[in-house]
């Protein structure tokens, strides 16, 4: 009895889980499909993590998930030979979010966002080794669309390349370089020059220059650093006192007002120069001098024979000018005695 009522306790709440399944899932599915778009992409790479199912998520919100993993020549290029078909790798996800709607609105503001750099692109979830869609805006030049020459079923968002493609791209392309490199010629190369660097290190030398050194060493301790750091400290005492007595003489309101009477002076004396009497009295002068030429012209002797007549008249008046100093009356009296000099 007691083994049946556990049965049907358990019976039970199987059903509950189920039907709670159920439910969950046409909730899920009713709200994925309610205004629900079919998202397309193309990829030229491996998408190993990515099955049907997989989560898309616009910015890390889902937003869909995986419904179709494909090729591309699988679709379109039909008309082409298989070597010239591109080996894209072709997603269809089934997405709900307004930008990627049907409507023609919706189409050009997701142009828009393309041109922007909304690209789509596949990121691994963990160490699980599953994936999922990363849709986000990236650098647009540095992740340009990859090239076709059809035109998509479905709305199109160009794919970026995955954050491990691209790391797994470049460790490949730093490792290509590290093969192209003459690594056992450099090798030599090194050995060589650790060589010839011991060879001259051996023919340098050594005891010759440390005892030149210690010489120089020996000179340099003689220096009397404590005299010229008393020196020079003093020396910067008297600069800093010379410079107070420059700051104290610029202050002078003297000194500062003396700029100003210079151009005071300035301007009187290009007022007084600007003045025309000034010019008429350099006028008169000019014409004075050209007189004063003119008659002075073919009178040089007369002027000569004038000054020499000057100048006797002038020894003259000087004798008898010591004559009246000695003999006051001598212009009323007899004339004085002849003159004799002192013995």
Aim: no cysteine.
């Amino acid at each position: 009895m007691e083994q049946a009522t556990h049965f049907k306790l358990g019976l039970f709440v199987l059903a509950a889980l189920l039907a709670l399944g159920a439910l969950m899932i046409i909730i899920g599915g009713n709200t994925l499909g309610r205004d629900a778009v079919m998202l397309e992409s193309y990829f030229d790479e491996s998408v190993q993590g990515l099955d049907v199912g997989s989560k898309v998520r616009f910015r890390g919100v889902v937003i869909g998930e995986v419904t179709e993993l494909g090729f591309s020549y699988e679709v379109y290029q039909q008309q082409l030979p298989p070597q010239d078909r591109r080996q894209y790798v072709r997603i269809l996800a089934k997405v709900n979010n307004p930008i990627f709607a049907n409507t023609p609105a919706a189409k050009s503001r997701l142009a828009t966002e393309i041109g922007r750099g909304l690209r789509i692109r596949i990121t691994p979830q963990g160490l699980t080794g599953t994936s999922y869609l990363e849709v986000d805006y990236l650098d647009a030049a540095a992740n340009p669309p990859l090239a076709k020459d059809w035109t998509p079923e479905y709305s199109y968002v160009p794919s970026a390349r995955s954050t491990v493609q691209q790391l797994v791209g470049r460790t490949q392309d730093i490792l290509g370089r590290i093969q192209k490199l003459p690594l056992e010629e450099t090798v030599d190369n090194l050995n060589t020059v650790l060589k010839t660097l011991n060879n001259k290190l051996d023919q340098m030398p050594l005891e010759r220059m440390t005892q030149r050194a210690d010489r120089i060493l020996a000179e340099v301790e003689k220096v009397p650093v404590a005299r010229i750091a008393s020196d020079s400290s003093a020396a910067m005492q008297d600069l800093r006192l010379a410079s107070g007595h420059l700051q104290t003489l610029l202050a002078d309101p003297a000194l500062q007002a003396a700029p100003a009477d210079l151009a005071a002076a300035s301007r009187r004396a290009r007022e007084l120069l600007d003045k025309p009497e000034l010019d008429s009295a350099i006028q008169r002068l000019d014409s004075t001098m050209g007189r004063l030429d003119r008659l002075l012209a073919g009178r040089e002797d007369e002027l000569g024979t004038t000054l020499d007549n000057l100048h006797a008249i002038s020894g003259q008046l000087k004798q008898l000018s010591e004559q009246l100093n000695r003999y006051p009356g001598s212009l009323l009296a007899n004339p004085p005695p002849p003159y004799q000099p002192p013995r």
